[in-house]
Nanobody, 116 residues
Framework: QVHVVESGGGLVQPGGSLKLSCVIS????????VGWHRQAPGKQREFIVS??????SYADFVKGRFTIPKDTAKNTIYLQMNSLKPEGAAVYYC???????????WGQGTQVTVST
């Protein structure tokens, strides 16, 4: 059983920054893809960014504002968010995919509120 645990959410003002963490209970390199998604109230979950196959993929709305650092030794990926907008308020989820085993693990999410 793989556990995925996000943390670091909270209240941030528009234009501010926040760094989320995602700890995975298995080595990151054992997964084909790890990444971040978010879900705002009343909306579908949407893709933000992922790392896989040696490349990083970003959603268009990120526009250079977000990065996805990782610490392999700690089995942790991060989501560094800068210049946050009010529409960025959502529950942020981390996921880890092992396509060879047809497994996709999700965390419980961490709430981000962007407001004055």
């Amino acid at each position: 059983q793989v556990h995925v645990v996000e943390s670091g959410g909270g209240l941030v003002q528009p234009g501010g920054s926040l760094k989320l963490s995602c700890v995975i209970s298995r080595t990151i390199n054992s997964f084909n893809v790890v990444g971040w998604h978010r879900q705002a109230p009343g909306k579908q979950r949407e893709f933000i960014v992922s790392i896989g196959g040696g490349s990083i993929s970003y959603a268009d709305f990120v526009k250079g504002r977000f990065t996805i650092p990782k610490d392999t030794a700690k089995n942790t990926i991060y989501l560094q968010m800068n210049s946050l907008k009010p529409e960025g308020a959502a529950v942020y989820y981390c996921d880890a995919r092992d396509t060879q085993r047809a497994e996709n693990y999700w965390g419980q999410g961490t709430q981000v509120t962007v407001s004055t």
